[in-house]
């Protein structure tokens, strides 16, 4: 089940980096955690906290914990990740940030990109100088 979002969560991811990841969802990436396992799939949501749901997930434990025990990954249909565990998060070689973000953003505000910049004030003042 995707995160439910309330309207001070929604405010809150737009103005920190878990907007892009909220924009990546449904797409496949490799999150590390900070004792360095990797767990590879689909993003299903993120929260404005940036905890991670995950689909498809297949956990690669670290390194050193597989020369004694099981070397294998595992994989899980679902996963959860809290955001005080993750270290890195690894997309594709080629991810457009730009459009992720007004997607994120239009998604998250229900208003465009170029809408919601005309909104603010200090905004609408510069473009009044300018014009006349």
Avoid at 50 to 58: F, G, I, Q, S, Y
Avoid at 75 to 84: D, L, M, N, Y
């Amino acid at each position: 089940m995707a995160f439910a979002s309330s309207l001070a969560e929604r405010k809150k991811s737009i103005r920190t980096l878990a907007c892009f990841l909220q924009g990546m969802e449904g797409k496949q990436m490799a999150v590390e955690l900070r004792d360095f396992t990797l767990i590879k799939g689909k993003l299903l949501s993120c929260d404005c906290y940036m905890n991670l749901e995950m689909v498809d997930a297949t956990v690669y434990p670290r390194k050193r914990r597989c020369a004694g025990g099981d070397p294998d990954p595992t994989h899980c249909e679902r996963f959860f990740v809290g955001c005080k565990f993750i270290r890195f998060v690894h997309f594709d070689n080629y991810v457009d940030i730009l459009s992720v973000l007004q997607r994120a953003t239009k998604k998250a505000t229900g208003v465009g990109p170029r809408k919601f910049e005309t909104l603010s004030k200090s905004y609408r003042a510069t473009l009044a100088k300018t014009t006349s």
